[in-house]
């Protein structure tokens, strides 16, 4: 199945559970010192660097390009490192989820009262996934070098569901 | 005595840092084939097909396999013949981990402490295991080491009483907990005696073992046997996706012990488990 970013409700809930998606659109990086930061500003009540409706959050820090690249290889990060910040990102907005591995309850129960997903891309096919990559821009939090918060247009980028709309989830 | 001069040092692991991370190792890329053969599962099947042409691609284009191009974890056979002209060794492998990683276009991932957490941005420090054994040769081995599955390995000190199976209890249930966390199909370094940290460093050795070859003792060849299939009845799977590859290979390592101990360490390799080497 191939799907578009971003994501409107209709089309997240037709997705299935352990199916295989295709995404193109814009979708955004972050791990865990930038999802450090983005609490401390909702703390503090600043505005989000990105608007989180129907967007994708991909947890992932990329190697340098070669000068001839858009994007050096990017693969999934372990998702249960971002699992102390999402239950806040989630109530902020953030719906969409990409990492690897299982959450925590707490996490997976947020997802499910939002209607959310949570995917999964393939730990380790992070040269293939680059490939998907057709642009990168670096949106907040440079300093944090790989870790920076990045918006990338991919094409086809191939993710499993994990846990549905409807709280199911393969784990 | 034979002299090495340490500029060459830093050129050949700066090469190794590379060709580990871009290269996958042959019995690893013929593991993947072999399961996608086996698999019955179709989302099994295509994500190893995946699997399969990301290395591809990384071959290709000598990009990472992996994002994470891990902490540079070297091993050294040093001959009690040879003598290193200028840097001292520690120095010459740090500086060639450093070149390696930032003209191989490896990602730099080691924080100078481990709570303040400030990037290095070269990589470095290594982490360098030193063997002093007979001869004129120097070997270096790089074993690059992603932490998706460094995080999911575990120590026991069991006691002599919880005997063999308490040993396989821990090993199981390692696995078990690591999911899909490691990115499987992983492979499963075991340590075994020794004290502490000797039983770590076997499981780590352990990771170094092609997949297929077996531990010479029979003994422990049926081990490893067993606990492969074991593993791969967890339905745990490619990517966590479940189906029956879990493990392309559980290698152990063992080391003689003391009368009141077991120590046993289980450190979880990727399916990009990564290493290269050269002797000089
Ligand atoms: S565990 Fe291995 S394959 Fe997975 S992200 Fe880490 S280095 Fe890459």
Redesign the pocket.
């Known amino acids: 199945m191939k799907i578009k970013t971003p994501l409107s409700n209709e089309d997240a809930k037709k997705l299935k559970l352990s199916e295989m998606v295709y995404i193109t659109g814009y979708i955004y990086t972050l791990r865990d010192a930038g999802h450090k930061k983005l609490v401390e500003m909702i703390e503090k009540g600043e505005k989000m660097p990105f608007d989180f409706e129907g967007n994708i959050m991909y947890y992932a820090g990329p190697c340098p390009n070669k000068p001839n690249e858009v994007i050096g290889s990017i693969?999934?990060?372990?998702s249960i490192r971002m699992d102390k910040y999402s239950p806040t990102l989630i109530k902020e907005g953030l719906k969409f989820m990409i990492g690897?591995g299982y959450r925590n309850d707490e996490v997976n129960e947020t997802i499910d009262n939002c209607d959310g997903i949570y995917f999964v891309a393939i730990?380790?096919?992070?040269a293939k996934m680059s490939k998907c990559v057709k642009s990168v821009e670096i949106i907040a939090f440079e300093e944090l070098g790989t870790e920076a918060l990045r918006k990338l247009y991919v094409e086809d980028l191939p993710v499993v569901v994990a846990t549905n709309c409807s709280g199911e989830t393969i784990y | 005595m034979r002299k090495i001069k340490s500029s060459i040092i830093v050129e050949e692991v700066a090469k190794l840092c590379i060709d580990a991370n871009c290269n996958l190792s042959s019995s690893i890329y013929n593991g993947y084939k072999e399961a996608k053969l086996k698999e019955r599962d179709k989302l099994s099947k295509d994500v190893l097909e995946i699997l399969i042409e990301n290395a591809d691609i990384a071959k290709n284009e000598q990009k990472p396999?992996?994002?994470?191009?891990?902490m540079a974890v070297v091993f050294i056979e040093m001959g009690n013949k040879v003598v290193i002209e200028g840097d001292l060794l520690e120095v010459a492998i740090n500086k060639g981990v450093a070149k390696g990683y930032e003209e191989g276009y490896l990602r730099k991932s080691v924080v100078k402490d481990p709570i303040r957490r400030e990037n290095t941005k070269d990589n470095t420090p290594a982490v360098i295991h030193y063997n002093i054994v007979e001869g004129d040769k120097l070997k270096i081995v790089v074993a690059?080491?992603?932490?998706?599955?460094?995080n999911m390995s575990a120590l026991k000190m069991l006691m002599p009483s919880d005997g063999m199976e308490g040993v396989k209890d821990v090993i199981i249930n390692t696995v078990k907990n690591a999911g899909a966390?490691?990115?499987p199909p992983i492979i499963v370094g075991v340590g075994i005696g020794g004290t502490m940290e000797k039983s770590a460093l076997l499981a780590k050795e352990a990771l170094l073992r092609e997949v297929g070859e077996s531990n010479k003792d029979d003994y422990w060849k049926s081990v490893e046997e067993e606990m492969l299939q074991k593993i791969n009845k967890l339905n745990i799977g490619v990517g966590g996706f479940g189906g029956m590859t879990t493990a392309l290979s559980v290698n152990i390592n063992t080391y003689p012990t003391h009368i009141a101990g077991l120590p046993v360490a289980v450190n979880?390799?990727?399916?990009?488990?990564?290493h290269s080497e050269i002797i000089l």
Do not use: L, M, W, Y
């Open positions: 693969g999934p990060t372990t690897k730990g380790g096919a992070a | 396999i992996c994002q994470d191009t891990g690059p080491k992603g932490f998706g599955s460094e966390n490691p990115c979880i390799g990727c399916h990009v488990t990564r």
